[in-house]
């Protein structure tokens, strides 16, 4: 996510690392490679221009002449006015007063709604909420099937008009207004607490696409209008933003594909232009690759600065309070730590969600990219097929595991007997940790953390 941005930027600020005084030179010199960086990833000319534009202002002014660290001065207009672009303050969704919370997703084909509609029915039912999905999108062939798919994966229903028959035996389209009409009514009925209606994108912009979004909208009168955008699509995003603000109007942003290779333009200028909030960002294919956009957190990985608050909360979610509760025990009263503890633990970590993204949103990760990037997340998957293949009696005490019982576990979860070998080592590294945690009673000293 914005790796090549973070990259350029940081390295523009080490340059300014450690200088007395900044001169107005060296002032406009780091402005002109922030706006190559900016431009180089796509961000809207306008949007940099003004970008840079308050930053020189600030930069030459009192703030930073004045200051005892010009350089880290700088840093932080910088890491303000990313923030002010990308929206100030977080956004949560609206909730409607009366009745069902209806929220709308518009976009273009392939910018992710479908995928979206799921991830964010996910979200909802996870803070207590019953959604229902609703297959507005009858352009497409499979676009039902694939909001009943995703329905399906989130655990949640999915509204869809029957098919019916055309004399040439086609199957007809519907008419996604009436569908949507309908499918009110069903979230009436049901006590739906939310409605997500997915509607249906084109490739490119078009007036009759226009018409019916809001014909859609006039109908179904959504509390939350969501214009889901691609952040890969570069210098378009400004165009087709504008298209669909005319067009139908939306309350709000979703960012999708910020996992991608992507140079993050639309990101960075989509808010600026349009003047609506990015409320969501969609950073992969699975129902959990999906967070909600807080704009200081997103300049703070830009910056390379971490996003711990949204570790913590990822790690909330995936962790079980119970299990936590108890290892805490288990390690102040100085039980031993066994091989289905390990397992255990490993699992949730998995349960985090992927561990090149987590590693990412560490601060000052940017210069370690190479190695994140070569992390093997298979590596999680392989220990947990070695310690499945003991027995309860070789997970509590792994000092019985002979030739034998190691070479019958290589062959069970189909590794070799120098994995097995390995793994037993780390684990019992982990269990010293451990016990050495019980005795002190806090976490050891890591290397490299100065004290
Ligand atoms: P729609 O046409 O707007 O409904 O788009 P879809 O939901 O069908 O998504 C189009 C493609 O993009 C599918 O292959 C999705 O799996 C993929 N996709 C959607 N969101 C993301 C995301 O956040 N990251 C990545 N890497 N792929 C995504």
Redesign the pocket.
């Known amino acids: 996510m914005f790796a090549n941005l973070s990259d350029r930027l940081t390295s523009t600020f080490k340059g300014l690392r450690g200088k007395g005084r900044l001169t107005e030179a060296d002032i406009d010199g780091t402005i002109r490679e922030i706006r190559r960086a900016l431009l180089d990833a796509d961000v809207a000319v306008p949007v940099v221009r003004t970008f840079t534009g308050n930053i020189r202002e600030r930069a030459l002014g009192a703030e930073v002449s004045g200051a005892l660290n010009p350089g880290e001065q700088v840093v932080k207009i910088v890491n303000e006015e990313l923030i002010s672009i990308l929206g100030g303050e977080s956004r949560p969704l609206r909730h409607a007063k009366t009745g069902p919370t209806v929220i709308m ?1 518009a ?13 964010l029915a996910h979200h909802l039912k996870g803070q207590g909420q019953t959604p229902l999905l609703v297959a507005a ?1 009858l352009q ?1 062939p499979n ?1 039902v099937n ?2 009943q798919v ?1 329905g399906e994966r989130a655990g949640v229903p999915v509204f869809a008009p029957e098919p019916g028959v055309t004399r040439e035996g086609e199957r007809q389209r519907g008419n996604p207004v009436k569908v949507a009409k309908k499918a009110m009514k069903e979230a009436e009925q049901r006590q739906h607490s939310v409605v997500i209606v ?1 509607t249906a ?1 084109r490739l490119g912009v078009d007036a009759e696409l226009m018409k019916q979004a809001a014909d859609i909208r006039k109908a179904v009168e959504p509390d939350e209008v969501l214009f ?1 955008i ?2 890969m699509i570069g210098q378009d995003a400004v165009a087709t933003a504008t298209a669909f603000q005319e067009g139908v109007d939306f309350t709000g942003v979703v960012l ?5 290779d992507t140079r993050g333009g639309a990101a960075l200028s989509v808010r600026e232009v349009t003047g609506r909030p990015i409320l969501f ?5 699975k129902l959990d ?2 967070e909600v956009f807080h704009p200081d957190r997103m300049a703070g990985r830009i910056l390379d600065m971490g996003d711990i608050l949204t570790l913590i909360e990822q790690a909330e979610k995936a962790f079980d309070q119970e299990e936590a509760a108890r290892m805490a025990d288990k390690v102040t009263k100085g039980e031993d730590f066994t091989l289905t503890d390990f397992l255990s633990q490993m699992q949730q970590l998995k349960n985090m969600g992927s561990m090149k993204k987590m590693l990412g949103m560490l601060p000052g990760m940017g210069q370690m990219r190479e190695q994140i990037e070569n992390f093997d997340e298979r590596e999680l998957v392989r220990t947990e097929a070695i310690i499945q293949s003991m027995t309860p009696a070789e997970r509590d005490n792994p000092k019985i595991l002979n030739g034998s019982r190691r070479s019958r576990i290589a062959s069970g979860s189909g590794m070799q007997v120098s994995d097995v070998n390995s793994l037993v080592k780390r684990f019992e590294d982990a269990q010293k940790m451990m016990r050495a945690m019980a005795k002190g009673g806090g976490m050891p000293q890591m290397p490299g953390q100065g004290g």
Request: proline share 0%; no cysteine.
């Open positions: 997703l976009g273009l084909q392939g910018a992710g709604k479908t995928t979206l509609a799921g991830k999108d497409r676009a694939q909001l995703v997915d994108g889901v691609d952040s999708t594909k910020l996992d991608g960002a969609s950073t992969g294919e690759d999906f």
